[in-house]
């Protein structure tokens, strides 16, 4: 059964932080990547993060570098994005998605149904 749940978003204030937490669970054996991904209305999608399987290998798009950091446990099936100093410009729906394998590759396998993060300035 797939399980994609996003949770942990919310109002701040610019400066301030948030850690988004997904659980994730695929129906299949294999390691999967997970990355997380925003959107603002009108706008396309932006990976944000991603992580392999082991943890070993981390990506962050531009705009966040410095500011966000990914994590996972493997056990509790949770990926973890803790972001820091907080703009207003971060302010969108943020996704998770698990990728098809356990390296970070950009073929998104399933997708969670997003949570709000609004900063305000």
């Known amino acids: 059964q797939v399980q994609v749940e996003e949770s942990g978003g919310g109002l701040v204030q610019a400066g301030e932080s948030l850690r988004l937490s997904c659980i994730a669970s695929?129906?299949?054996?294999?390691?999967?990547?997970v990355a997380w991904f925003r959107q603002v209305p009108g706008e396309g999608r932006e990976r944000v993060s991603c992580?392999?399987?082991?943890?070993?290998?981390?990506s962050y798009a531009e705009s966040v570098k410095g500011r966000f950091t990914i994590s996972r446990d493997n056990v509790k099936k949770t990926v973890y994005l803790q972001m820091d100093r907080l703009k207003p410009e971060d302010t969108a729906v943020y996704y998770c998605?698990?990728?098809?394998?356990?390296?970070?590759?950009?073929?998104?396998?399933?997708w969670g149904r997003g949570t709000q993060v609004t900063v305000s300035s």
């Open positions: 998605a698990t990728e098809m394998y356990g390296a970070c590759s950009g073929k998104v396998e399933y």
């Open positions: 992580i392999s399987w082991s943890s070993s290998s981390v």
């Open positions: 695929v129906p299949r054996k294999g390691a999967y990547a």
